[in-house]
């Protein structure tokens, strides 16, 4: 049975939220509700709209540029489970994985939750940590900030420890 994502809104050609053309998924629902967060409506968790992962790999298969998508909020790790399943139908097509989230790398591995690690494991590249208006940089790539990392998913999870990425 395919799982419903609540869905902000999405961005069918970015070249801001990753590598390459990508189809950026904004997710509703946010607790870290960061000062200056640039999508402060997808923080509360009601709203938005249902939508099946069969519709969203549809959309993304409409569009033969797309080499990946992208999920952003809102938080994606607060909708990791359907989004654990709408990235393995995803990478099954060829498209990488990008995940922005709120926490750091180093806090999800301690939290161990099955479902947030499921959708870790699944990403190509994680960009973590939360929104700090103080270290706001347009010079940052794909960042906000410049506390945030792109991380190396693959890389940190056998290292045990955060690998940044070069992209």
Request: net charge negative.
């Amino acid at each position: 049975m395919s799982e419903l994502i609540r869905v902000s809104g999405v961005i069918p050609e970015s070249i801001v939220d990753g590598p390459g053309i990508r189809y950026s998924l904004f997710v509703q629902g946010c607790p870290h509700h960061c000062p200056g967060c640039h999508n402060p409506q997808t923080h509360p968790f009601e709203g938005g709209t249902l939508r099946s992962v069969e519709e969203i790999v549809a959309e993304v298969k409409e569009n033969p540029l797309i080499s990946g998508v992208t999920f952003s909020g809102g938080e994606p790790m607060c909708q990791a489970k359907a989004l654990t399943q709408l990235a393995r139908e995803l990478k099954a097509i060829r498209k990488n994985i990008v995940c922005y989230t709120g926490y750091t790398f180093e806090q999800l591995l301690a939290e161990n939750d099955a479902d947030r690690m499921s959708l870790l494991a699944e990403c190509r590249y994680l960009i973590d940590g939360p929104f700090v208006m103080a270290e706001k940089s347009l010079m940052v790539k794909f960042r906000g900030s410049k506390n945030q990392r792109i991380i190396d998913v693959k890389a940190s999870l056998e290292a045990g420890q955060a690998v940044e990425a070069n992209i």
